[in-house]
């Protein structure tokens, strides 16, 4: 029958059917759902269909699905390519950068640099404060 | 998908053979879903590369906050919507003309044990297989939220959220997508006797 067709209380119980048959209607509502389909013979046969076709939809969960010939090979293969392998096998990625290695790389270099200067330059000051005292 | 945590491990330490043992463990099950999600077996092959790429680009970065499992399906659920935005985007454009559903009456999956089966087994198992092909006749939309709530199990705010939709919407597409099941399975009279939905 179509749904539109339908007197009120009837719509309105079918639309909570869904979640009657999944466990999720609770409280007022699923009393008033309960107690309108103890009269409603058409709305309780569409509970039994609700729920053998949920029951189907559950049980796909369990289905086989063979996937393609070659599928595991290909992806074998790609994972074995060059590089990408590398990639996934680096430690260290995204560090200090978040997720980008050559910036770990720089940030490591201009550090390394910039604390060398920095140690040159206390040495040569140290140096010039001594000669200056003696 | 349930993939010992030491196999993950091992591939994140980039130990020989770990990749390609993760890769066996998963695949068939990234397939299942990119299948049922797409219903086209290519595109669901080319999905499937796609969800392992993105793993092993990945894979060291992954904290373990949830099982490795759970990650996967989620990867493999973004793939398979980022292709259906795409396939949308294509169609709107006049790129293609319009996409049929994929599945014809003979191109069913197999159903494991089905053979040894006794009587009710396999009205059960013929109402399975009258599903899957049905499920493959939804538009994309509808066919998303079916596969994401009831086959894969997700809640309605975990779908919700995966879509980008609000819950209600869900359930207007569930509601809508469960009708249209019901016909195509059961037939417009609710009879399982339908006999099937080519």
């Not at chain 2, 959220?161 to 249209?180: F, G, I, M, P, S």
Request: charged share 25%; with cysteine; aromatic share 4%.
């Amino acid at each position: 029958m179509n749904e539109a067709r339908l007197p009120r209380f009837c719509r309105e119980a079918r639309s909570q059917l869904p979640a009657l048959v999944s466990g999720e209607l609770t409280g007022w509502a699923l009393h008033v759902v309960r107690a309108h389909l103890r009269r409603c013979s058409d709305c309780s046969a569409e509970v039994v269909r609700q729920e053998q076709l949920a029951g189907a939809l559950t049980a796909l969960r369990d289905t086989h699905v063979e996937p393609p010939v070659g599928l595991l090979d290909d992806l074998l293969a790609q994972a074995n390519r060059r590089g990408v392998r590398e990639r996934a096998a680096v430690p260290a990625r995204g560090a200090l950068s978040g997720a980008r290695p050559e910036l770990s790389v720089a940030f490591l270099t201009v550090g390394a640099i910039a604390s060398t200067g920095i140690g040159y330059g206390l040495y040569r000051g140290a140096r010039a404060f001594r000669h200056r005292g003696s | 998908m349930d993939v010992d945590p030491a196999l993950v491990r091992a591939c994140q330490r980039g130990e020989r053979g770990a990749l390609d043992e993760l890769i066996r463990a998963t695949y068939a099950d990234v397939y299942k879903l990119t299948r049922r999600m797409l219903a086209d077996p290519d595109e669901a092959a080319d999905a499937t590369q796609e969800v392992f790429v993105r793993v092993m680009r990945s894979v060291v970065g992954f904290r373990g906050e949830a099982a490795f499992g759970t990650w996967l399906h989620r990867v493999t659920v973004n793939v398979c919507l980022t292709l259906l935005k795409k396939r949308t985007q294509a169609r709107e454009t006049g790129m293609v003309a319009g996409r049929t559903p994929f599945a014809l009456p003979d191109d069913v999956f197999e159903i494991a044990g089905e053979d040894a089966s006794p009587d009710d087994r396999a009205e059960t198992a013929d109402l399975v297989r009258r599903s899957e092909i049905a499920l493959m006749r939804l538009n994309e939309e509808a066919r998303a939220v079916v596969v994401l709530r009831d086959i894969e199990g997700l809640s309605t705010k975990e779908v919700a959220d995966l879509l980008n939709v609000t819950e209600n919407v869900v359930k207007v597409r569930l509601h809508r997508a469960h009708a249209k099941l019901r016909e195509l399975v059961l037939g417009a009279d609710g009879s399982t006797a339908a006999g099937g939905v080519a």
